[in-house]
Nanobody, 116 residues
Framework: QVQLVESGGGLVQAGGSLRLSCAVS????????MGWYRQAPGKQREMVAK???????TYADSVKGRFTISRDNAKNTVYLQMNSLKPEDTAVYYC??????????WGQGTQVTVSS
């Protein structure tokens, strides 16, 4: 059974930093894409950043230059370094992984709150 365990969320002041982690276990298949999404109250879930197995990254325009996604393939873990956080970054952040089998899975979500 595939499990995604997220950590690193919390409360931070505007301008501060947080680092999210998502560790994937329970599958023998190779992960193609690992990503982070977020959902603020009353809004749709949106893509924040994603990274393929070859290291190609994609970022939402709103986080470019502030967030950095990375992955450790040996540990099946994806990270999101978030710097210069803004109140509008407040949301529940979800980890998503897409395997080469074309099955994808979601984490349980971690709350990020940025105070002004």
């Amino acid at each position: 059974q595939v499990q995604l365990v997220e950590s690193g969320g919390g409360l931070v002041q505007a301008g501060g930093s947080l680092r999210l982690s998502c560790a994937v276990s329970g599958s023998r298949f190779i992960i193609h894409t690992m990503g982070w999404y977020r959902q603020a109250p009353g809004k749709q879930r949106e893509m924040v950043a994603k990274i393929t197995s070859s290291g190609t990254t994609t970022y939402a325009d709103s986080v470019k230059g502030r967030f950095t996604i990375s992955r450790d393939n040996a540990k099946n873990t994806v990270y999101l370094q978030m710097n210069s956080l803004k109140p509008e970054d407040t949301a529940v952040y979800y980890c998503n992984v897409l395997f080469y089998t074309l099955k994808d899975y979601w984490g349980q979500g971690t709350q990020v709150t940025v105070s002004s």
